[in-house]
């Protein structure tokens, strides 16, 4: 039998989802309620971006609950999405803020990794509004951001702890729309030089969907041991810290004449 693929997103993606073969999670709870003699087509369910975990969880074991009904949908791409681990080496507590999956080394090229893009609408970018049909380029601008920090910290320092990202430039360029179906995010290593004391690393980090460019990063960072950094930022945020008063003296001094 030959199913019909539906995309199912997050429910703050609903515009995204009028008119289109495309369920939002809550409209795919709903589904699973339905008995067979309505859906008379077996349905496969895609995932795209915005389901979060969490509610994806609770209509799998909906549909499991309910299997009297005999509804026709194979849900085996949210079930995998559900069990599988997202990336856990980008810096982030909360993992609905992690934006993307493992990272994998490509066989042709030992400098470059690809990884899925995986967004939760509970992300703490989307925690306002959506606009449109499209993602939001923050959100891209941030998967970008993990991707290199996450592959660093675990192809180049092997996950070693103590480790402290500074962002020297990054330059971001917006090719095309992408929509939350699934995407992949490729990082590229173009130059290293690595020390005892610090790395410093120029890359390029590129988010594309069904092979169109999107997004394109290059970027500029260079990472040190914590300790390092700890005492210079130290120094830094003291003489911050000392200019800002002494600039709220003048300005009070100045009104107080006036």
Request: hydrophobic fraction near 40%; charged fraction near 25%.
């Amino acid at each position: 039998m030959n199913s019909k693929k539906l995309v199912v997103v997050g429910d703050k993606f609903n515009e995204f989802a009028n008119g289109k073969d495309v369920l939002t999670i809550s409209q795919l709870e709903l589904m699973t309620q339905i008995p067979a003699n309505i859906i008379d087509k077996e349905h496969e369910i895609i995932v795209g971006q915005g389901v979060r975990k969490d509610f994806a969880a609770k209509v799998i074991s909906n549909q499991s609950r309910n299997s009297i009904h005999g509804n026709k949908l194979k849900m085996c791409s949210l079930e995998k999405m559900v069990s599988d681990k997202k990336n856990a080496h980008c810096h982030k507590r909360l993992e609905q803020n992690v934006l993307i999956g493992p990272a994998e080394q490509t066989e042709h090229n030992n400098n470059l990794y690809a990884m899925p893009l995986l967004i939760d609408e509970r992300c703490e970018l989307m925690a306002d509004h959506q606009t449109g049909q499209h993602i939001q380029g923050m959100l891209l601008v941030e998967a970008s951001r993990q991707a290199f920090i996450s592959v660093t910290e675990e192809f180049i320092y092997k996950q070693e702890t103590g480790r402290y990202y500074v962002i020297n430039s990054m330059a971001i360029t917006f090719a095309s729309f992408l929509f939350p179906l699934p995407a992949m995010v490729h990082f590229e290593f173009l130059e290293k030089d690595i020390n005892d004391r610090r790395g410093r690393f120029k890359a390029q980090v590129r988010v594309t969907q069904h092979q169109t460019l999107c997004t394109t990063m290059d970027v500029l960072f260079t990472v040190y041991l914590s300790g390092l950094i700890s005492e210079k930022e130290k120094s830094l945020a003291d003489a911050a810290m000392k200019a800002a008063i002494l600039e709220q003296q003048v300005t009070a001094h100045g009104v107080t004449h006036a």
